[in-house]
């Protein structure tokens, strides 16, 4: 099978100007133009996605800087009050010398945790508490320590000297006041 007697014209001379010399540096000129073209896109993406990288990150900083300070001045007028009454009834304790070891220095405070929650938590559920001389570990049945409350120290809160108070308070419809604590007789 012969090719140039079955070939047209238009085909040898098609195969003829594609197979000179300086044809195939052009194909290899392709080439190289396709490599840098490939790579040249790669290397946009990528400082693409590294700018979009940074951006975020700093983005994130603003809005992690700008929600705290959100917060901090939205709590700021919800927790006043509750700084105010704990320095009040450090000042008070301080200038009155309550001993708030004792029932009766406790005692001597309600007045002040009751204004308090009837003036900032009036139509609310609400309590407050003072506990003194109270250990948050337990006794073991072999008297070694451990971190859970147990039978062995139910009544006496692990020290002789414990004592609390706690004031709660119930809204309308039916407003009453509770005070419960450990009195001197040992009783809760």
């Not at 000179?20 to 080439?31: E, F, G, N, S």
């Not at 700084?83 to 005692?107: C, K, S």
């Not at 419809?173 to 040992?186: A, Q, R």
Request: proline residues 3%; charged residues 15%.
């Amino acid at each position: 099978f012969d090719v140039q007697e079955h070939a047209s014209g238009a085909m040898i001379k098609a195969y003829t100007y594609w197979h000179k010399p300086w044809r195939a540096w052009y194909l290899v000129a392709q080439a190289i133009g396709l490599m840098a073209a490939l790579l040249g896109s790669v290397g946009t993406w990528q400082l693409t996605l590294l700018t979009g990288i940074d951006s975020l990150g700093i983005l994130t900083g603003q809005l992690m800087d700008n929600i705290g300070l959100q917060v901090e001045e939205s709590m700021y007028g919800k927790m006043l009050p509750l700084t105010i009454f704990l320095r009040q009834g450090y000042e008070t304790v301080y200038l009155a010398q309550y001993d708030l070891t004792t029932q009766e220095g406790q005692m001597a405070m309600v007045a002040q945790n009751t204004a308090f929650l009837e003036t900032y938590l009036g139509s609310t559920r609400c309590c407050t508490g003072m506990f003194t001389n109270m250990w948050y570990h337990g006794v073991d049945v072999r008297g070694r320590e451990n971190d859970m409350m147990n039978k062995a120290n139910e009544d006496d809160y692990a020290d002789d000297k414990a004592q609390f108070n706690i004031l709660v308070a119930n809204p309308a419809p039916d407003p009453n006041w509770h005070i419960h604590g450990l009195y001197t007789d040992g009783n809760t």
